[in-house]
């Protein structure tokens, strides 16, 4: 079977948001040729690659953080993680592990990446890990973080626990464990 691709004529309009000096996210609205060849109009939502860190402490934990989502009007538990506002992944993974934890780790390495609503968004998340995470002795932090975030740890039978009861349901956070998960990089944790 042959998959026809849709086929984008030309956008219409491109709303860009964020502020002065980061741009987190667009809206392009495209006039389009669907695969079944009807001519329509499609919104896509077009998102900064986000930098997610998966990081075990020497108590063999994984470091997450509680905090409040105003999109969703939850308190969620997510790993740490954050926008790379158009920069390199891995620094934007490290400033994130150390403003969101206080914890840094210096062998961060990138283990895959997922993409997240991909029918209506470009947006990929890219999912960093290390076994070594250690206390930043001056840890820097992001002023819109402060009084915002928890910081929690788990290990691994928790979050599997967590993530199958509906507690833990950030699909950033599921995608980045499973891919470390079924990668083997927490089997021995």
Partial sequence: MHIKKWQKLYTLQHYGFGNDHKK?????????????????????????????????????????????????????????????DGGDLLIA?????????????????????????????????????TKNAVLAEKPAQDPEDKNLIELCSYTVPEIQQMIAQGHITDASSICAFSIAYFGGKLSNI
Avoid at 28 to 34: F, L, P
Avoid at 43 to 56: D, E, G, M, T
Avoid at 105 to 119: F, H, M, S, T
């Fill in 93 to 129: 993974a490290r400033r994130e592990l150390e403003e969101e934890t206080g914890y840094t780790a210096i062998d961060l390495k990138e283990i895959g990446k997922y993409q997240e609503a991909n029918g209506i968004a470009e947006f990929w998340g890219h999912v960093f890990f």
């Fill in 24 to 84: 987190y996210y667009g809206i392009d609205h495209d006039r389009v040729i669907s695969p079944g060849g009807a001519e329509v109009d499609y919104f896509v939502l077009r998102i900064s690659p986000h930098s997610v860190v998966i990081a075990v402490t020497p108590e063999q934990k994984i470091l997450c953080v509680r905090q409040h989502r105003y999109a969703t009007n939850e308190v969620t538990i997510e790993l740490p993680m954050g926008n790379s």
